[in-house]
């Protein structure tokens, strides 16, 4: 029990870590979980959508921003999937595209 404040909340897993970084990537307006629902990993008690961890693979499935370079995009989250998870395949699929924000 921790003394006189908050409890440390538990490191992030993997999975949890990759779809932070993807979400902050520009460009990325959301992860995706697939047209079934099928892309994702499960934790004890949560599910990541959009993000599968295999063994030497990283499946990211993203919704774009309308009016991105999308190419680009999955380009910078592949870049950026493949510096946190060294030696995995990664594999980018945008599913869909939003809105901008603020837009009409």
């Given at each position: 029990m921790s003394?006189?404040?908050?409890?440390?909340?538990?490191?992030?897993?993997?999975?949890?870590?990759?779809?932070?970084?993807v979400l902050a990537v520009p460009g990325v307006a959301a992860?995706?979980?697939?047209?079934?629902?099928?892309?994702?990993?499960?934790?004890?008690g949560r599910r990541v959508a959009g993000i599968r961890v295999a063994d030497h693979a990283v499946d990211v499935h993203i919704i774009v921003v309308f009016g991105v370079a999308v190419r680009d995009t999955a380009a910078a989250v592949r870049a950026t999937v493949g510096r946190l998870h060294p030696g995995a395949e990664v594999n980018v699929t945008v599913e869909d595209v939003a809105p901008a924000a603020g837009a009409r």
């Open positions: 003394q006189g404040g908050a409890a440390t909340p538990p490191p992030l897993e993997p999975a949890e870590r990759l779809a932070a970084a992860l995706h979980p697939g047209m079934f629902g099928e892309v994702g990993t499960y934790l004890p």
